[in-house]
């Protein structure tokens, strides 16, 4: 629990000082907002991980195994686009405190979503 507070709070920050930095980027909002949309980050986040793991295992099941492998091979390519398409969502839907200019720029902030967030996950255990 303390390390999702701490992504959230990281990811405020991020939201209020690091990506006003870019040009890209514009956020608006108070810090309090910026908390919100922390928690916002991490609920879609959390919703898309769930609808890749169902649509994986659905893919696989109706494809007897290849399903999986195709879609392995696509996010171990794609994984870092994921942070950038969530942040456009954001962006689309509250356009009076965020706005992005152009997907590059929805990359670069993803990636710094997407270091935070490694930072802050919860350790594998070992067996």
């Known amino acids: 629990m303390l390390r999702?507070?701490?992504r959230v709070l990281l990811t405020a920050i991020a939201f209020k000082f690091i990506f006003n930095i870019f040009p890209g980027?514009?956020?608006?909002g108070s810090f309090g907002n910026a908390i919100v949309y922390g928690l916002l980050l991490s609920v879609?986040?959390?919703v898309v991980g769930i609808g890749l793991l169902a649509a994986t295992a659905a893919l696989g099941v109706a494809t007897r195994g290849i399903g999986?492998?195709?879609i392995g091979i696509a996010y171990v390519l794609g994984f870092w686009l994921l942070p950038a398409v969530q942040l456009e969502l954001l962006a689309h839907w509250f356009p009076q405190h965020l706005s992005v200019n152009g997907f590059g720029w929805a990359v670069l902030a993803g990636l710094i979503l997407m270091i935070i967030n490694a930072f802050t996950s919860s350790?594998?255990?070992s067996s």
Do not use: A, L, M
């Open 44 to 46: 879609v986040g959390f």
């Open 68 to 70: 999986v492998v195709i």
């Open 123 to 125: 350790p594998k255990k």
């Open 25 to 28: 980027i514009e956020f608006t």
């Open 4 to 6: 999702f507070i701490i």
